[in-house]
């Protein structure tokens, strides 16, 4: 994700982290076996380019399974699926990480993923995976949502807007920044989020009236949040903007509008053709061992899909808990994601 907001760095000791990925195996010499799933002493990673570990965590895999591991960043998960589907001859790497719930469905269709079910799966993850069934492993999860500039609100004694219509009212008016869903995930998130509220026969008609009332849209999450949020590093004009429900934590005056999100879900999976499908697998357990699960929400800004992970103190705090996101099944988003995005392009650009 997508965010330059402040952390506080979540360092991991190598010693456990080893502990953690006991299951994972050193590398063997490379296989041939058309039967044995293929081996090799190289393992590339394709990740979306918010992908955030620790490095001693990441060294401690190395140390641990003995593979030479490349990262591969080719752009958000919009991006990583295309590249993967106009891969698909020739694979850009063994193991994906960073597929979320708007695009799932896309890569499992294209047929560029192997079916792969995690032995380190907890049960609260499994909530996630009716979509997906084995092809993708859930890894962590977040709400997008608009956010609110409480000070700004206080000084000029508005109330903070809750929910989607409350978007539309006068008072709000050219005080909202999104991000094109065309051209950013957090913003296809929110046209989803639209399309949950209101429908296909509705949705279009809010995107007129929030474009009526103002409402900016700039590319991406970056220049939403940093150069025209007024709540954060840009101290922009606009005190309304879309973001995350884990963003209060790491911008204490702002809150989050829970009535507005979508939900994000964020996936990993064996590469189809992979030459070391072996170290995929061992990977995607990587990605779900505690070590890991407890770094995402510093990291990452994600919530791990692990329950039993204990949050970080500002998360519990100022993270809010958003109980009744909204949500779209992926074979739905699938089918109409581009005809979705073609129609709001006509409708709120031009």
């Not at 965590?57 to 699926?81: C, L, N, W």
């Not at 219509?165 to 989803?192: H, R």
């Not at 509008?257 to 072996?278: K, P």
């Amino acid at each position: 994700m997508k965010k330059t907001m402040s952390m506080i760095a979540a360092l991991v000791a190598l010693t456990a982290t080893a502990v953690a990925m006991s299951g994972c195996t050193a590398a063997p010499a490379p296989t041939t076996s058309a039967s044995a799933p293929t081996q090799s002493t190289k393992l590339t990673v394709v990740t979306h380019d918010s992908f955030n570990l620790d490095k001693k965590t990441i060294a401690a895999f190395k140390a641990q399974t003995g593979y030479e591991v490349t990262f591969v960043a080719p752009g958000d998960a919009g991006t990583v699926v295309n590249q993967l589907v106009l891969t698909k001859d020739s694979p850009l790497g063994d193991v994906v990480y960073g597929i979320d719930n708007t695009f799932a469905a896309r890569a499992i269709d294209a047929g560029v993923l192997s079916p792969y079910t995690s032995p380190a799966l907890p049960a609260s993850a499994k909530a996630f995976t009716a979509d997906v069934a084995d092809q993708l492993t859930p890894v962590d999860y977040g709400d997008v949502c608009i956010n609110a500039d409480t000070t700004w609100f206080a000084a000029k004694k508005l109330a903070v807007p809750q929910t989607l219509d409350d978007l539309l009212k006068p008072e709000y008016k050219g005080l909202l920044v999104v991000a094109s869903p065309a051209t950013s995930s957090p913003g296809l998130a929110f046209l989803m989020a639209t399309i949950a509220a209101k429908g296909e026969a509705g949705y279009l008609d809010y995107w007129t009236a929030l474009k009526s009332n103002g409402v900016k849209v700039v590319k991406g999450w970056t220049e939403a949040y940093t150069v025209e949020f007024s709540g954060s590093s840009g101290k922009g004009a606009r005190p309304l903007v879309l973001s995350y429900s884990s963003s209060p934590a790491f911008e204490p005056k702002t809150e989050n509008l829970n009535q507005t999100c979508f939900r994000q879900v964020e996936y990993a999976g064996v590469i189809a053709g992979a030459q070391n499908e072996v170290g995929a697998r061992a990977f995607i357990d990587f990605m779900l061992s505690h070590d890991v699960q407890a770094q995402i929400p510093e990291q990452m800004y994600m919530y791990p899909v692990d329950s039993s992970v204990t949050l970080p103190a500002d998360w519990a705090k100022k993270a809010a808990k958003v109980d009744a996101p909204f949500s779209l099944p992926s074979a739905q988003i699938n089918a109409n994601r581009d005809k979705w995005i073609k129609a709001w392009t006509a409708a709120v650009v031009g």
